[in-house]
């Protein structure tokens, strides 16, 4: 099953995003490889700069989709003022389907 993380930053904190950004990409890297991640980006504010974060991941259960959320370096360096965990499903565009 397929779920969104939809990641809001916090305020102010653009530099704990570059800061962590290389064991992120590292952590998502990972995930790419085992068959995990399905699509990830950044969202951003009206001047271009990063504020947030969307990935979609295929774990087995809510619980599981949790345990990959937690795992990201973001969100143990405190990055994320919240992290909304939400089932989902690919409709249109979906290259496996």
């Not at 779920?3 to 102010?12: I, S």
């Not at 998502?28 to 700069?49: H, I, R």
């Not at 959320?69 to 409709?91: C, H, M, Q, R």
Request: net charge negative.
């Amino acid at each position: 099953m397929l779920f969104a993380f939809v990641c809001k930053d916090k305020p102010g904190h653009l530099q704990v995003r570059m800061d962590t950004r290389p064991a992120h990409v590292e952590h998502l890297n990972k995930l790419n490889a085992e068959g995990t991640l399905k699509m990830a980006g950044p969202f951003l504010d009206a001047e271009g700069k990063p504020n947030g974060s969307l990935v979609i991941v295929n774990a087995h259960s809510i619980e599981a989709a949790k345990a990959l959320a937690d795992a990201d370096p973001y969100t143990k360096a405190g990055l994320f003022e919240s992290v909304e965990i939400k089932p989902f499903n690919w409709v249109f565009n979906n290259p496996e389907a």
